[in-house]
């Protein structure tokens, strides 16, 4: 069974930055696209940013372009989301998702077959 752990979420001030990772295990493909996403309180649930699964190709959502930076280490199966410049906006719980066979990502978290439980980011002002 797929699993994805999403880990170094916390508080942060405002300006500060943060890096969160999601580790995968169990029987998934090394090449899967896999992103991350977000909800704030009261919000749906919206696109952060994703790899493509050979890691070539990025996508970002125009809130976080510039200041997020999405990495992967396929020898550790993991993926890390590098948060800059952090803004109280970008408070919410981030979820990593990935694809079960397509190296293609997508703003649509209804394309992803993977979510892990979610890591809370806190940013204060």
């Known amino acids: 069974q797929v699993q994805l752990v999403e880990s170094g979420g916390g508080l942060v001030q405002a300006g500060g930055s943060l890096t969160i990772s999601c580790v995968a295990s169990?029987?998934?493909?090394?090449?899967?696209?896999m992103g991350w996403f977000r909800q704030a309180p009261g919000k749906d649930r919206e696109f952060v940013a994703a790899?493509?699964?050979?890691?070539?190709?990025?996508g970002y959502a125009n809130s976080v372009r510039g200041r997020f930076t999405i990495s992967r280490d396929n020898a550790k199966n993991t993926v890390y989301l590098q948060m800059n410049s952090l803004k109280s906006e970008d408070t919410g719980v981030y979820y990593c998702?990935?694809?079960?066979?397509?190296?293609?990502?997508?703003?649509?978290?209804?394309?992803?077959?993977?979510w892990g439980q979610g890591t809370q980011v806190t940013v204060s002002s």
């Open positions: 998702a990935a694809s079960a066979n397509s190296e293609y990502w997508s703003r649509r978290p209804d394309v992803y077959d993977y």
């Open positions: 169990g029987r998934i493909f090394s090449n899967v696209a």
């Open positions: 790899l493509r699964g050979s890691g070539i190709t990025t």
